[in-house]
């Protein structure tokens, strides 16, 4: 079972609000991402961190920010939500790669943003 | 980057075999074939992956081609858990699992 937790599930919220979406891990894992979803569609890197204080953008330009203070904590916060910004987003995390392993991502359940 | 294809949907039937097929005739000798899956309101989930030679877990056997140009993911009892969306992924032995690129997919749907 993977140890990663998003909060929260389910957000509606209104146009110009500030919100963070919370993601913690407890395996220790120096990578971290966040991924953009919409209904039926593709998954879109929009930002990853290769440990604390390293941030950086993904392929699919976002409004969002993040931040990476501790190891375990990767939150993303949108200064002022917009309609547009109504989708699913995924964090997920990995371990450093070390040729033969996996990579493998460890995603969360992700966080349904719906802004009004 | 090498990409993959696969076909948009699948149905198959409870408690029997299910072939779920890739096309990466692009493929280098380094890449590697990763297979997630994603359930319904779930985030994807890591099934198996594989170089050059059949892999079999727990979940699933991966079986390559010989000239690495396709790959099938076998799941050789499916139930309905295994309704999900399936993901065929490539990804270089030297890059990070940022370069993980999520295409579309095949649905998978389960007949009870």
């Known amino acids: 079972e993977a140890d990663i937790y998003q909060t929260p599930r389910y957000l509606v919220i209104g146009t110009g609000k500030k919100i963070t979406l919370e993601c913690s891990q407890t395996?220790?894992?120096?990578?971290m991402y966040w991924y953009q979803q919409d209904p039926g569609m593709e998954l879109h890197l929009i930002h990853y961190s290769y440990g604390v204080n390293s941030t950086e953008k993904g392929d699919l330009s976002s409004e969002s920010t993040v931040s990476r203070i501790r190891t375990e904590h990767f939150p993303l916060t949108l200064e002022s939500a917009r309609p547009s910004h109504t989708s699913q987003y995924l964090c997920?995390?990995?371990?450093?790669?070390?040729?033969?392993?996996?990579?493998?991502?460890?995603f969360g359940e992700g966080s349904r943003l719906t802004v009004l | 980057d090498a990409k993959t294809t696969q076909p948009n949907s699948m149905e198959s039937n409870e408690e029997e075999p299910v072939h779920l097929p890739c096309n990466h005739s692009t493929i280098s000798g380094t890449d590697y074939i990763h297979w997630y899956r994603q359930l319904p309101s779930q985030g994807p989930e890591y099934v198996i992956h594989g170089l050059t030679s059949n892999v079999n877990n727990r979940m699933a056997s991966l079986a390559i081609a010989e000239d690495r140009k396709s790959s099938t993911l076998i799941l050789h009892r499916a139930t309905l858990r295994d309704a999900a969306v399936y993901y065929c992924i490539l990804r270089d032995f030297y890059a990070g699992a940022q370069k993980l690129v999520f295409g579309q997919g095949t649905r998978l749907t389960i007949n009870p």
């Open positions: 997920a995390s990995s371990e450093r790669l070390a040729g033969v392993l996996t990579g493998e991502l460890f």
């Open positions: 395996m220790g894992h120096d990578k």
